[in-house]
């Protein structure tokens, strides 16, 4: 069975207008997305800003409210759940952030900031708390005396390792990752990475993996969903989607991707106008007559595109 | 814009109704009314009388045909008649009105005209010297009470150094309408005005320095600077338009502060405004003066916020839609 | 070689902090020639943020200090006063900034802060100005030039308003652009066609171009050479083939191995030991690289390392690149050592 099943998931947004602040019309932030996660897989939902990747990852753990579909996690359904009964299930799901510079309370030393949410969910003295925390501060390659130390006294890719350090505490068994590395730079967001792929063997963690950044995401992803518009464009294994792109967008993006070879970079950009050309062009065949992407289509049992019924 | 200012001013509407409602109901929640202000301890009148002049005036009607009345009769420009004073509340205003008015105006021109020069120069040359003496007369006026420095303005140009009328608005031996009548006015005005001024300009040397000093450092300021733009040109083209945004929004609020303000300033200078009245109106318990009074100045709020909005969309376009 | 447009020698730019001076930029020199990319890439607190800065001025003058020389047209710009620097800026040196949401003004139209150089710079009718900045509008891709003039910053998407910032750049014709960062805010699609409008451009304009970035791939899609920085110093510069295909000096090799997309699925990405030392903090004699790289012996390092010509046009940094090996190779090269 799979760990988590998001079934037609939409998340809308109210926009007020006019003297009584009215509802006059919504923004579909996510508009239908489905999908499925195997334990111990890690997942990447890539897409630009605005695509509703971000928002799919707070719906699924309730930052955001879902307006419709279901968020299925061990069968349970998260996305109709009250605050009480989903709070059973929370601990198993843990998010992490985007800035290690403003996700980490600067007020609070690392040992509070990590014992947080040991605190909101279990009853332990003081004593098992120091020790959990210590285990856990060393298990991310910090110093034991860190704990008393604050966010500002550590660089980036330390802080990163605190907010993990801190997702990691009530062993969960999803992690949310909402962007984790693009606030650092490239040999920081190494270090993070690698680690993310270390813990994820030891702990048996199945990683949602949020970015825009579509190096990162096929290093370390073995099944990609590609966003735009809040609903999927494209879903496959990254072999699928890197080297066989069927949808127009999904191009699109692969081709802006820095070639790192500087005697292609003229071919690239030729590569880029060709597409862009098409977009312009055939642009409107992706959509159905509402002007709504069209649902995914299977083409191999790992890929599925959203394009016409029947082909194009 | 037109249409902005329009839709702004249609908004006004429900904003007066709400607030003519609220001053209703909470004027007819305070202890007492006209008749006991009027004839409370007077031992000729029996509270039998004094019941029978309530039912004639409609003060035992419900409260909501009170205000239905009320509200019926004000847009129409009669705001009933004073108890006190027996004679209607309108004209009975009507030359205080003016009186506030041009005082309140004259605060706020003068208080502008004093700080936004002030403002630029200390936020321009923030840590200079001048900088810290303008920081140094900002904490003075910060820090003084308005009716101390009114009466120490007062004490020294009214009565040590004799330079100006101690109270009232004009002269009145002086015919309306002639020169020497304005002159008077001008001179009766200039001691409560520049002590309200010199206060007032505090708060507005310190929000136009501190944004100053936040715009110099923005991105744009830099491209300005990149494109070869001399430095005055980076202050008069590209900083002081940003930071008179919150000057502008400050406009509404700053008009709230004159109001108060007023109310010290006329006592002090007995300077016949509506401040003065409307503290004899409350001791006398004048209900329809007060309202009256207090329904003028949330006009006057409601007014100057609206105003800064415009102020506001006619600078920053950002604001311009809707 | 094309005639030289900027030449630095030895810059060094020292900030005031809390009574002493500290480099931000450690003795750098180098040339841009007419119609070269020259990209200076590293990661953040290198120092490659506070060159773009000194060479256009834009430092906070009481707590900088310059020195070295930057010449454009003969002149050395850190003597010049400010009215002379006015001059030169944003005529023959133009800036594209890094975040184009913030770049502008947002009080101004676009035609206006586009026309804006050319009121200092160029003695020009307002019509023939209105002409030349649809003109430069059409340039940078913008096709709805017309009605993009009259609108204001925010009524435009990213991708636009830098390429709106680009115009303003290009406005008197420079002949020295400096771009600090100038696809790092975008998305990706918007930075790709930044980039490949930036190609176009150098295609057309004989502009040296100084292209300041932490992306190793922006750097092989637009430069023609590179100065890798790393703690206020240049450790290597080359031609961007040569860089990409035999980099020498450990950061770049580092740099290079810890990209994800530039290594196979999964496998596990280089890590540089330890953090970027602070100005305050940063010890300047020896090698500065050398603490991130501890399993390296000592006396690879040279007691002052400078800057060693290896082929033509190709230098690194202090001798420790000959005995560099990462440190999941260390086997096989201490045999290397040995022999």
Not at chain 2, 82 to 97: C, E, F, I, M, N
Request: aromatic share 8%.
């Amino acid at each position: 069975m799979s760990l988590l099943n998001v079934n037609n998931l939409q998340v809308h947004f109210p926009i007020r207008g006019g003297f009584f602040r009215r509802v006059v019309d919504q923004v579909r932030a996510v508009d239908g997305v489905s999908f499925e996660l195997e334990p111990g897989e890690t997942y990447g939902l890539v897409g630009e800003s605005g695509c509703g990747k971000t928002t799919t990852g707070r719906a699924i753990i309730g930052l955001n409210k879902a307006t419709g579909g279901e968020v299925l996690f061990n069968g349970d359904n998260l996305a109709t759940m009250n605050g009480h009964d989903r709070r059973k299930h929370i601990r198993d799901i843990q998010m992490i952030f985007q800035d290690p510079y403003s996700s980490l309370n600067g007020r609070k030393n690392v040992l509070n900031i990590i014992a947080e949410p040991l605190r909101n969910f279990e009853r332990l003295s003081p004593k098992e708390e120091l020790t959990r925390v210590q285990n856990m501060i060393e298990r991310v390659g910090l110093s034991p005396e860190s704990i008393y130390k604050y966010p500002h006294q550590f660089s980036g890719g330390q802080r990163q390792r605190i907010g993990i350090a801190r997702a990691l505490m009530l062993n969960p068994k999803l992690i949310i990752a909402d962007e984790p590395v693009s606030a650092l730079d490239v040999s920081v967001q190494a270090q993070v990475l690698n680690f993310m792929q270390e813990i994820q063997k030891d702990f048996g963690l199945t990683y949602l993996f949020i970015s825009h950044d579509l190096g990162v995401i096929k290093h370390i992803c073995d099944r990609i969903g590609i966003m735009y518009k809040g609903r999927f464009v494209e879903e496959g294994t990254a072999e699928d989607v890197y080297n066989n792109p069927q949808h127009l967008y999904t191009k699109r993006l692969i081709a802006a991707i820095p070639e790192m070879d500087p005697a292609k970079r003229f071919e690239k950009m030729e590569l880029r106008q060709e597409i862009n050309t098409a977009y312009r062009t055939e642009y409107d065949s992706y959509f159905d007559k509402d002007g709504r992407m069209f649902d995914l289509k299977p083409l191999t049992p790992t890929h599925s595109v959203a394009i016409q019924q029947g082909g194009m | 814009m037109v249409k902005f200012i329009f839709r702004r001013m249609l908004v006004m509407i429900p904003q007066l109704l709400l607030l003519s409602l609220i001053i209703f109901v909470l004027a007819k929640q305070m202890p007492g009314d006209a008749v006991t202000g009027a004839f409370m301890g007077n031992p000729n009148v029996t509270p039998e009388q004094m019941e029978k002049i309530r039912e004639e005036y409609g003060l035992n009607d419900p409260w909501y045909v009170q205000y239905g009345a009320w509200i019926g009769k004000a847009v129409k420009g009669d705001l009933g008649d004073s108890y006190t004073h027996k004679q209607p509340v309108t004209s009975l205003l009507a030359g205080r009105v003016v009186n506030t008015v041009t005082l309140s105006l004259f605060i706020l021109i003068v208080s502008y005209i004093i700080a936004i020069p002030l403002g630029i120069i200390a936020g321009r040359w923030a840590d200079s010297w001048a900088d810290k003496m303008i920081i140094t007369y900002n904490y003075f006026a910060f820090a003084t009470p308005l009716f101390v420095f009114s009466l120490l303005m007062l004490f020294f140009f009214g009565f040590v150094l004799g330079w100006f009328p101690t109270g009232n608005s004009v002269d009145v031996r002086l015919e309306a309408g002639t020169w020497d009548f304005y002159v008077s006015k001008f001179k009766h005005l200039v001691l409560p005005g520049m002590s309200g001024a010199l206060l007032a300009t505090a708060g507005t040397i310190q929000y136009l320095r501190n944004d100053i000093i936040d715009t110099k450092l923005k991105d744009f300021v830099k491209t300005a600077r990149a494109k070869g733009v001399p430095e005055g040109k980076v202050y008069t083209r590209h900083i002081l338009r940003n930071s008179m945004l919150p000057i502008a929004a400050f406009l509404g609020y700053e008009i709230t502060g004159l109001i108060a303000g007023s109310i010290f300033l006329e006592m002090i200078f007995s300077y016949p405004g509506l401040g003065q009245l409307f503290i004899q109106s409350i001791t006398g318990r004048d209900f329809t003066v007060t309202t009256a009074i207090v329904m003028i100045s949330g006009t006057a709020v409601i007014v100057g916020t609206m105003l800064s909005d415009i102020i506001l969309s006619a600078i920053d376009p950002r604001i311009r839609i809707e | 070689m094309a005639e030289t447009v900027l030449e630095i020698e030895n810059l060094r730019t020292s900030f005031n902090i809390k009574g002493n001076y500290y480099a931000a930029v450690d003795g750098v020199s180098l040339t841009v020639h007419k119609n070269e990319v020259v990209a200076i890439v590293g990661e953040s607190g290198c120092g490659k943020s506070a060159l773009a800065l000194s060479i256009i001025g834009l430092h906070n003058t009481k707590t900088t200090k310059l020195e070295g020389q930057v010449n454009l047209k003969g002149q050395n710009l850190l003597n010049l006063p400010v009215e002379k620097l006015n001059k030169i800026r944003g005529k023959d040196l133009g800036m594209i900034f890094q975040d184009p949401m913030t770049a502008l003004n947002p009080l101004a139209t676009i035609g206006r802060q586009i026309a804006e150089p050319m009121d200092y710079h160029m003695k020009l009718s307002s019509a023939a100005k209105k002409k030349r900045v649809l003109e430069l509008l059409g340039q940078v891709g913008i096709k709805d030039a017309n009605r993009i003039y009259k609108q204001y910053p925010h009524e435009l998407s990213g991708g636009m308003r830098q390429r709106v910032v680009i115009a303003i750049a290009l406005a008197c014709n420079p002949v020295m652009l400096i771009a600090d960062e100038p696809t790092t805010a975008l998305d990706v699609t918007i930075q790709a066609q930044i980039m490949d409008l930036m190609k176009e451009l150098q295609r057309i304009t004989d502009s040296g171009i100084i292209l300041i970035t932490h992306d190793l791939g922006v750097v092989a899609e637009m430069a023609n050479r590179v100065a890798v920085m790393y703690a206020g110093e240049f450790v290597e510069i080359a031609d961007v083939n040569t860089l990409f295909s035999n980099p020498l000096h450990p950061y770049t090799r580092s740099l290079l191995s810890s990209i994800p997309s530039n290594m196979t699925d999964k496998e596990e990405l280089h890590v540089i030991e330890g953090i970027v030392p602070s100005i305050q903090k940063l010890d300047r004699e020896g090698c500065r690289f050398a603490p991130r790289i501890p399993w390296i012996s000592e006396d690879a390092h040279e007691d002052k390392p400078t800057l060693h010509e290896v082929e033509p046009g190709h230098f690194v940094r202090c001798t420790c690149y000959k005995k560099f090996h990462f440190p999941e190779e260390r086997v096989e090269d201490e045999n290397y050592v040995t022999t």
